[in-house]
């Protein structure tokens, strides 16, 4: 299995709601990755877990919390948010944190807050 | 500190013909050099990259980058193209031993080709 997983793929709340994403990998990777990207942007890294520890974390705000219950899956915790965090949310996987591992992206979940 | 620039926002190219996507970088000591596509509505694919060796790096789908160390940059390219290559393309850099430092992506390239 080669692939990065994210459920839900659209997500609509409202700025009172709480809900959380999800990813899953099965390639036995050690480090996984939060990014948000804004449309026709690069993507812009949220939160970095290594071997289930949060190894980065991007001066992201509160109302997004992380969470790496094993080291095959990755949550992020909503709430609270704002319309300005509205944005495709990638999460990845690399084989270690280290600098030379490319990292295998899944296909996002495009977020709308209203 | 680590940077990267890809000079060109869109790059027009008529399918058959030779594509080159521009990528320089900045980084103290060696860098790790990769390239990512992106189609629409999806996550960023991962094409290739350098680590050290050979500087004519070979990836997916027929794409490969020419690392030059004294221009510090990394061209994406391919010698054919296919209307199915049209997407964007990201360059990103690490250095070694850059510890915690995270992958440093470009801005991006939307590369369109033409029938």
């Known amino acids: 299995d080669t692939e990065v997983t994210q459920t839900p793929k659209h997500l609509v709340m409202g700025m009172t709601n709480k809900k959380s994403l999800k990813c899953e990998q099965h390639m036995g990777h050690r480090a996984m990755y939060w990014y948000k990207q804004k449309a026709k942007k690069p993507p812009e890294l949220m939160f970095v877990?290594?071997?289930?520890?949060?190894?980065i974390n991007e001066s992201v705000p509160s109302r997004f919390s992380p969470e790496c219950p094993n080291s095959s899956l990755l949550n992020l915790h909503l709430h609270a948010l704002q319309p300005e965090d509205s944005a495709l949310y990638l999460c990845a996987s690399s084989q270690d944190e280290r600098e030379g591992f490319e990292q295998f992206f899944g296909p996002g979940t495009r977020l709308t807050v209203l | 500190a680590q940077s990267v620039a890809q000079p060109e926002d869109q790059v027009n190219v008529a399918e058959g013909n030779p594509l080159t996507v521009k990528c320089t970088y900045s980084?103290?000591?060696?860098?790790?050099l990769f390239w990512y596509v992106q189609y629409p509505n999806r996550g960023l694919q991962f094409l290739l990259k350098?680590?050290?060796?050979?500087?004519l790096v070979k990836g997916s789908y027929g794409f490969e980058a020419e690392f030059n160390k004294s221009q510090t940059s990394f061209h994406l390219k391919k010698p054919s193209a296919l209307v199915s290559d049209s997407a964007l393309y990201f360059c990103a850099v690490r250095g070694l031993h850059s510890g915690n430092t995270p992958l440093v992506f470009g801005k991006g390239t939307r590369l369109s080709v033409i029938a």
């Open positions: 980084v103290s000591g060696n860098p790790y």
């Open positions: 877990y290594s071997y289930e520890k949060l190894s």
């Open positions: 350098y680590i050290t060796g050979d500087n």
